[in-house]
């Protein structure tokens, strides 16, 4: 009996649409184009990464800084 119903540890839900991604640009100033990587999307411009779960980028702007006063 198997109950190997857990998702393995593969990458089948941190791949996003290769069609979704050529229209992503990160928020930061440079809107560079993401790259997909095995830990998400990465900006080349400022070298942030996004985590994708379930095959959906989650892509926040930058935390605002709360020293900026
Ligand atoms: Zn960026």
């Known amino acids: 009996m198997s109950q190997g119903a857990e998702h393995s540890s593969g990458a089948d839900s941190g791949e996003v649409d290769p069609k979704l991604l050529a229209?992503?640009?990160?928020?930061?100033?440079?809107?560079?184009p993401?790259?997909?990587r095995p830990d998400g999307l990465a900006c080349s411009g400022c070298e942030r990464v996004f985590p994708v779960v379930d095959g959906?980028?989650?892509?926040?702007?930058?935390?605002?800084?709360?020293?900026?006063?």
Request: proline share 22%.
């Open 23 to 32: 229209l992503l640009r990160c928020p930061c100033p440079q809107h560079q």
């Open 34 to 36: 993401l790259q997909q």
């Open 56 to 69: 959906i980028p989650v892509i926040l702007p930058e935390p605002e800084d709360p020293s900026a006063d």
